[in-house]
């Protein structure tokens, strides 16, 4: 006999198809971070643009996708290539279950291989700042009175010291990709008289949003990160007492990706970008 005691529970109120088809859809597409998803959907374009114009099915069959390989070769850097067809894969597998095992066939494979030596290209990468180039902006900082500067030098050494990437600290110009579940706010702040940190709520890497805690270490020298937190933390509390938010411009909103860059390549004009930290 089954013991009442421990039968099974009644099953909830069961959904209609369709809300289990909209709930089914809503859960594969937050497997993805927002920005990959448009990054892969730009992919999946390129792809469907090329068919289309080559008269071949969609399908992505390993002689479709080397052929696709070959063709993007001749128009962007065959090292990128391999990220394009993560993003066709990406979109297509819900469609042709195949895709992956596809895109590993030696087909395309070797084909990417060869496209990569024909056409060999050095990596673009953005010049590093260093600890000089940061310590020649002290003098023109430390002077400044304006709130906005001293945001964004504080930002700059915050990244710098931090060992942060820029979209950690910022919004994306896109507003489809602007998450406050990932926004620092400043109640997590906590300043001593050798360093100060700050809880990272979620990034890229962390995708249950379990938070990271950043620690920032004086330095005693004219790059040390602490000096102009410490007084932009007290400009902040004088300007906004009732926000939550611990990066704010002078008008009250979160910095952005180009508000950043136009600041820093006021003073570094020189292949610099948000890499550079």
Request: proline residues 7%; glycine residues 4%; hydrophobic residues 35%.
């Given at each position: ?65 080397s052929f696709y ?163 932009y933390l007290t ?6 007492p009732f926000q ?34």
């Amino acid at each position: 006999m089954i013991n009442k005691s421990h039968a099974s529970k009644r099953p909830c109120e069961p959904w209609t198809h369709d809300r289990l088809m909209r709930e089914h859809a809503i859960a594969i597409a937050n497997a993805i971070e927002p920005s990959s998803a448009s990054t892969y959907s730009s992919a999946l374009r390129s792809y469907i643009d090329f068919c289309s114009a080559h008269s071949l099915p969609n399908e992505p069959t390993p002689d479709t996708l080397s052929f696709y390989a070959v063709y993007m070769s001749h128009h962007i850097r065959p090292r990128s290539i391999s990220s394009y067809l993560s993003g066709v894969c990406s979109q297509l597998e819900p469609f042709f279950p195949n895709v992956r095992t596809n895109r590993r066939h030696w087909l395309v494979s070797k084909t990417l291989e060869g496209c990569k030596k024909m056409y060999l290209t050095a990596p673009l990468c953005k010049r590093p700042l260093t600890q000089s180039k940061l310590t020649s902006l002290s003098p023109l900082y430390s002077l400044s009175t304006s709130y906005n500067d001293v945001l964004f030098f504080s930002l700059l050494l915050t990244g710098f010291h931090g060992l942060m990437q820029l979209g950690e600290l910022i919004w994306p110009d896109n507003r489809a990709l602007q998450d406050y579940r990932k926004i620092i706010f400043c109640h997590s702040v906590h300043v001593n008289d050798s360093s100060y940190q700050f809880l990272l709520p979620g990034h890229k890497a962390d995708h249950f949003f379990k938070g990271t805690q950043v620690i920032v270490q004086s330095t005693l020298l004219t790059d040390d990160p602490l000096s102009p937190f410490t007084p932009y933390l007290t400009a902040w509390d004088s300007k906004f007492p009732f926000q939550a938010e611990l990066w704010l411009k002078e008008d009250g909103r979160i910095p952005t990706r180009t508000w950043f860059l136009q600041c820093l390549r006021h003073h570094f004009p020189d292949n610099t970008g948000g890499h550079s930290l």
